[in-house]
């Protein structure tokens, strides 16, 4: 067998600017792995996140670092052992899957057993000033499930003009790590009032054990807490919800596995994402099935998106086309 890998990044050019409470960024650098196999090209995207000590010069060198197996022919059960969960992983293991989809002629769900019917994804909205959100809610009343970016201090202020630009609308928000527990005893009984539904990453990964002993009147989902199936043990008592994202678990056949183990363990499901392209959510797709929630908006957020994307009806995505993944 012989194989040709190539790996590349590519710049997509966001809308605006996207804030979270580490920063902001006009742009997402993702990076790309192609594997050409007898006359087919397949491919993965993924997303290396500063947050957990990656970028695109450190998970191209990972990747390199089992080229030699991956051009003789490596699968995808024996990548799980070759390189650790991450974005380098999740590229390769995504590049893998297209290939065996196309070698069998199948789509990928199909390989994996699972039935694939459209997702509806939440929209994000990203962290700015009380008034600008407020705008931003009121600039996007066709999206029924709003996502919060908060960041701490002023976020009752911004939660509650979210509700008043947009009184309908589903809310959860996303603190990115940046409460502490006297911020969580104010806000939560406020956030019951406003309608708030679910609360993603409150306190610092390291620092999130208060939860065992507080209140949980609204869901709490974990996402820097939870990476892989190994994360999931220490996250019972602490957490309601895990957010399953393709950059942490290494790729959707980690993906897969976690999703069905943390349901046996009682946690529902969030599927998310990092900000990339479409070929980066394609695969997540696959997990977005049966989700209690869905957070695959990345595309929208940006001003261009590879060809050819996923398809949106609003917020509604339809399953991934052959030309595009899986």
């Given at each position: 067998m012989s194989r040709k890998i190539t790996i590349s990044s590519t710049p997509w050019p966001i809308r605006g600017s996207f804030t979270i409470s580490r920063g902001s960024k006009t742009e997402a650098v993702v990076l790309n792995v192609y594997i050409e196999e007898n006359g087919i090209r397949a491919q993965g995207e993924s997303v290396p996140y500063p947050r957990y000590g990656e970028s695109v010069d450190s998970v191209t060198r990972q990747i390199k670092t089992i080229l030699p197996a991956l051009e003789k022919g490596m699968t995808r059960l024996e990548l799980q052992d070759a390189l650790a969960p991450g974005a380098a992983r999740f590229a390769v293991d995504a590049a893998l899957w297209d290939l065996e989809a196309k070698k069998a002629g199948k789509r990928a769900w199909e390989i994996a057993g699972i039935s694939m019917a459209p997702a509806t994804t939440v929209y994000t909205l990203s962290l700015a000033e009380p008034g600008q959100m407020e705008q931003d809610a009121r600039d996007n009343q066709d999206k029924p499930v709003l996502k919060l970016k908060l960041g701490g201090q002023?976020?009752?202020?911004?939660?509650?003009?979210?509700?008043?630009?947009?009184?309908?609308?589903?809310?959860?928000?996303?603190?990115?790590?940046?409460?502490?527990?006297?911020?969580?005893?104010?806000?939560?009984?406020?956030?019951?009032?406003?309608?708030?539904?679910?609360?993603?990453?409150?306190?610092?990964?390291?620092?999130?054990e208060a939860l065992r002993d507080l209140d949980r009147p609204i869901t709490i989902c974990a996402d820097e807490s939870c990476h892989d199936r190994k994360s999931l043990p220490g996250l019972v008592g602490k957490y309601d919800m895990v957010n399953i994202k393709l950059d942490k678990t290494g790729g959707l056949t980690e993906a897969l596995a976690m999703k069905k183990e943390a349901e046996a363990l009682g946690f529902e499901i969030m599927t998310g994402c990092m900000l990339g392209s479409s070929l980066a959510m394609a695969p997540a797709m696959v997990v977005a099935q049966g989700s209690k929630l869905v957070d695959l908006d990345a595309p929208l957020l940006l001003s261009k998106d590879c060809e050819p994307g996923l398809v949106f009806n609003g917020v509604e995505i339809t399953p991934p086309e052959k030309a595009l993944w899986g």
């Amino acid at each position: 067998m012989s194989r040709k890998i190539t790996i590349s990044s590519t710049p997509w050019p966001i809308r605006g600017s996207f804030t979270i409470s580490r920063g902001s960024k006009t742009e997402a650098v993702v990076l790309n792995v192609y594997i050409e196999e007898n006359g087919i090209r397949a491919q993965g995207e993924s997303v290396p996140y500063p947050r957990y000590g990656e970028s695109v010069d450190s998970v191209t060198r990972q990747i390199k670092t089992i080229l030699p197996a991956l051009e003789k022919g490596m699968t995808r059960l024996e990548l799980q052992d070759a390189l650790a969960p991450g974005a380098a992983r999740f590229a390769v293991d995504a590049a893998l899957w297209d290939l065996e989809a196309k070698k069998a002629g199948k789509r990928a769900w199909e390989i994996a057993g699972i039935s694939m019917a459209p997702a509806t994804t939440v929209y994000t909205l990203s962290l700015a000033e009380p008034g600008q959100m407020e705008q931003d809610a009121r600039d996007n009343q066709d999206k029924p499930v709003l996502k919060l970016k908060l960041g701490g201090q002023g976020d009752l202020a911004r939660v509650a003009a979210v509700r008043k630009g947009h009184p309908t609308a589903r809310i959860v928000v996303d603190a990115n790590e940046a409460w502490s527990r006297d911020l969580y005893l104010e806000l939560v009984p406020e956030l019951v009032k406003l309608g708030v539904e679910m609360i993603e990453q409150p306190f610092p990964a390291a620092d999130d054990e208060a939860l065992r002993d507080l209140d949980r009147p609204i869901t709490i989902c974990a996402d820097e807490s939870c990476h892989d199936r190994k994360s999931l043990p220490g996250l019972v008592g602490k957490y309601d919800m895990v957010n399953i994202k393709l950059d942490k678990t290494g790729g959707l056949t980690e993906a897969l596995a976690m999703k069905k183990e943390a349901e046996a363990l009682g946690f529902e499901i969030m599927t998310g994402c990092m900000l990339g392209s479409s070929l980066a959510m394609a695969p997540a797709m696959v997990v977005a099935q049966g989700s209690k929630l869905v957070d695959l908006d990345a595309p929208l957020l940006l001003s261009k998106d590879c060809e050819p994307g996923l398809v949106f009806n609003g917020v509604e995505i339809t399953p991934p086309e052959k030309a595009l993944w899986g």
